[in-house]
């Protein structure tokens, strides 16, 4: 079992930036792939981007691509997400998931995120 549980989220103005963490339970957090998502109010869930289990491969949506990065420290088994220039379209509730198989097997109670314009 894995739990996950995400902090970091609050209001920023527009071209503003936050920092969200992911910290995990158990001791293989590094044989996880991590993966950040976003669901906006009345829209599908959406991938944000996810990070290697070494943290040394990272792929990322278009849409955040350039703007975001994500990172990860094994050590302390938690996953980032570093988020500049943000724009009202990236309000959402933020989750970050674990891999263990082949899907998203798990998944915190995610952490809101609102960009004011």
């Known amino acids: 079992q894995v739990q996950l549980e995400e902090s970091g989220g609050g209001l920023v103005q527009a071209g503003g930036s936050l920092r969200l963490s992911c910290a995990a339970s158990?001791?293989?957090?590094?044989?996880?792939?991590m993966g950040w998502f976003r669901q906006a109010p009345g829209k599908e869930r959406e991938f944000v981007g996810r990070i290697s289990t070494s943290g040394t491969t990272t792929v990322y949506a278009n849409s955040v691509k350039g703007r975001f990065t994500i990172s990860r420290d094994n050590a302390k088994n938690t996953a980032y997400l570093q988020m500049n220039s943000l724009t009202p379209e990236d309000t959402a509730v933020y989750y970050c998931a674990a891999k263990v198989t082949t899907s998203y097997d798990y998944w915190g109670q995610g952490t809101q995120v609102t960009v004011s314009s």
């Open positions: 158990g001791r293989t957090f590094s044989s996880y792939i």
